[in-house]
């Protein structure tokens, strides 16, 4: 794998953040494509895609800290650790409140603006999922499948041994995603189912992909921290939607007793 790019003078670039960078654009021009379902003009996508993203590399990178602390404690290059790693689900937090506070503050739909965006988080995690696996890091566990894949010259995965490619696993499950989402946005209203199906799917598919991942990552008990909290992202995204659901069915009940 391709762990550095290219060189220009001092200035190296580097797979993981070139693939990042990527994800960003695609999902923002995803949202930017899709607002005009959602009603929400393009200097309002571009203005909460930024506060999206500052708010997920904040959160990402806090949640990184947390979950590494242990190993940050006992490391002998401590700021060059700091620097390596980032958690995704720190990332879908921090993206969310920073949304919250946006949509607060210019007084625009908190859930709408999720509704838009879901489709566009899958398609970055997408392309990010691509620089984890030129960068060597969420490798999967030793195996003799001829799937598996052999990295050379990593600084993160262990080198010369077959690994199964769970970046890739997870690259595609998050494709898969983001085409869901999207077609189920075309038939539901824009009232957070869209969002709470994102967490429900992306939570099931975590918790999987864990199974198979083998890198550090932090645990809870027998669990990774991603299993973890992906129990309670999953379960409350289904509140969500079950309550919706409900008020539908309600509405729908009000409605036929008034016309009667």
Request: aromatic share 10%; proline share 3%; hydrophobic share 45%.
């Amino acid at each position: 794998m391709h762990y550095k790019l290219f060189s220009i003078g001092p200035i190296t670039i580097y797979s993981y953040g070139f693939m990042i960078a990527l994800g960003f654009l695609a999902a923002i021009l995803l949202a930017m494509y899709r607002s005009k379902k959602y009603e929400v003009d393009g200097n309002t996508v571009i203005d909460l895609a930024l506060c999206c993203i500052v708010g997920g590399l904040l959160g990402a990178k806090l949640l990184y800290l947390i979950t590494d602390l242990p190993n940050l404690i006992h490391s002998k290059n401590v700021l060059s650790d700091i620097t390596n790693g980032f958690v995704v689900y720190g990332g879908i937090l921090g993206g969310v409140l920073a949304c919250f506070i946006y949509t607060r503050r210019k007084k625009v739909n908190f859930l709408k603006c999720l509704d838009l965006i879901a489709p566009s988080v899958a398609i970055g995690q997408c392309l990010g999922r691509i620089g984890c696996l030129m960068a060597g890091c969420c490798y999967g566990r030793e195996t003799t499948c001829s799937i598996g894949i052999v990295f050379q010259n990593s600084p993160m995965a262990p080198n010369g041994i077959r690994l199964l490619p769970t970046q890739i696993f997870s690259s595609v499950g998050d494709l898969l995603l983001a085409i869901v989402l999207i077609l189920y946005a075309r038939r539901k209203p824009t009232d957070g189912r869209v969002i709470n199906l994102y967490l429900i799917l992306y939570g099931v598919g975590r918790f999987i992909i864990e199974i198979f991942r083998n890198d550090p990552r932090g645990n809870v008990g027998f669990l990774s921290t991603s299993q973890f909290i992906s129990i309670f992202i999953v379960i409350f995204g289904m509140i969500q939607l079950f309550c919706l659901n409900k008020r539908d069915k309600l509405n729908k009940e009000t409605q036929k007793t008034e016309e009667s």
